[in-house]
T-cell receptor, first 115, second 110 residues
């Protein structure tokens, strides 16, 4: 498995501001993923972050709104920019690990509320 | 696109009972994963399945990768109160991305 930590664990933010979420893994991984989980919903992939290259965004998510950094093989950040109440969600990072590189382990999540 | 179907949305069982959850798709998946999410936490991986027909156990949990590669089930035996939570199935298909079902909320009555 993997030990993944996220900061902050929760935050309450004002409309129009930005929040940067950090994800730290206990060992080097090639790919890190960022997901959004809206209240009462399932997980939706925002983007895949590889070290040394730009993140790959899923349909409906853009870099200007969700810029991602991946400075090394154990760390990534996701910024939620110009927030609105619709951005209120849990944001989760995950990494691939396992017998076959299709097994993802998740961090504890960051619970964001936008007023 | 790839979709995973989980139903019902909620299940209510008595402590000590067994429960089975299914996950189905119209597409073929190469990997099936089962996660449990407690309130305020990230999903925790319960069981990972990598081969059609594979049957894997983890304590009171048993999961199988369907032969057609379009379904999987998770069984929980002798349920206890701490089994409450949301159970998600997830799978990796042709696009190599992890797709999640909508989840089943399990309640266990003492």
């Amino acid at each position: 498995s993997a030990v993944i930590s996220q900061k902050p664990s929760r935050d309450i933010c004002q409309r129009g501001t930005s929040l940067t979420i950090q994800c730290q893994v206990d060992s080097q991984v090639t790919m890190m993923f960022w997901y959004r989980q809206q209240p009462g919903q399932s997980l939706t992939l925002i983007a895949t972050a590889n070290q040394g290259s730009e993140a790959t965004y899923e349909s409906g998510f853009v870099i200007d709104k969700f810029p991602i950094s991946r400075p090394n093989l154990t760390f990534s950040t996701l910024t939620v920019s110009n927030m609105s109440p619709e951005d209120s969600s849990i944001y989760l990072c995950s990494v691939e690990r396992g017998r076959v590189l299709d097994t993802q382990y998740f961090g504890p999540g960051t619970r964001l509320t936008v007023l | 696109g790839q979709q995973l179907n989980q139903s019902p949305q909620s299940m209510f069982i008595q402590e000590g009972e067994d429960v089975s959850m299914n996950c189905t798709s119209s597409s073929i998946f190469n990997t099936w994963l089962w996660y449990k999410q407690d309130p305020g936490e990230g999903p925790v991986l319960l069981i990972a399945l990598y081969k059609a027909g594979e049957l894997t156990s983890n304590g009171r949990l048993t999961a199988q990768f369907g032969i057609t590669r379009k379904d999987s089930f998770l069984n929980i035996s002798a349920s206890i109160p701490s089994d409450v939570g949301i159970y998600f199935c997830a799978g990796t298909g042709a696009n190599s991305k992890l797709t999640f079902g909508k989840g089943i909320t399990l309640s266990v009555r003492p």
